[in-house]
């Protein structure tokens, strides 16, 4: 069974931390480039980071970069991303999508691969 579930999210202040983690079944995992993209209230969803598979290259949305470090462990079919310097604009749910297409810096997320989310809230 594909699945994807997201973890880590919570409160915290501006300037803070949070290291979120995705746990994928393995079909869903192994071989494919994976992603996060979050969504706040009353937007659209937006990308926010992407890594291939194995790992050898990233991309980043340009209101993270330097600041949110995308991995994955492909021992434990586990992606993660690691946010520093949280600002309260990156208050919003956070999902990991599996199986997408990497193009330079566009990741194309595939339809059907999504996690259900978690809350990140970043108060000022």
């Known amino acids: 069974q594909a699945q994807l579930a997201e973890s880590g999210g919570g409160l915290v202040q501006a300037g803070g931390a949070l290291r979120l983690s995705c746990a994928a079944s393995?079909?869903?995992?192994?071989?494919?480039?994976m992603a996060w993209f979050r969504q706040a209230p009353g937007k659209e969803r937006e990308f926010v980071a992407a890594?291939?598979?194995?790992?050898?290259?990233?991309a980043y949305r340009d209101s993270v970069k330097d600041r949110f470090t995308i991995s994955r462990d492909n021992s434990k079919n586990t992606l993660f991303i690691q946010m520093n310097s949280l600002k309260p604009e990156d208050t919003a749910v956070y999902y990991c999508?599996?199986?997408?297409?990497?193009?330079?810096?566009?990741?194309?997320?595939?339809?059907?691969?999504w996690g259900q989310g978690t809350q990140v809230t970043v108060s000022s």
């Open positions: 393995a079909r869903l995992f192994r071989g494919q480039h």
């Open positions: 999508n599996a199986g997408g297409t990497l193009r330079g810096s566009t990741y194309i997320p595939h339809r059907a691969y």
């Open positions: 890594i291939t598979w194995p790992g050898g290259s990233t």
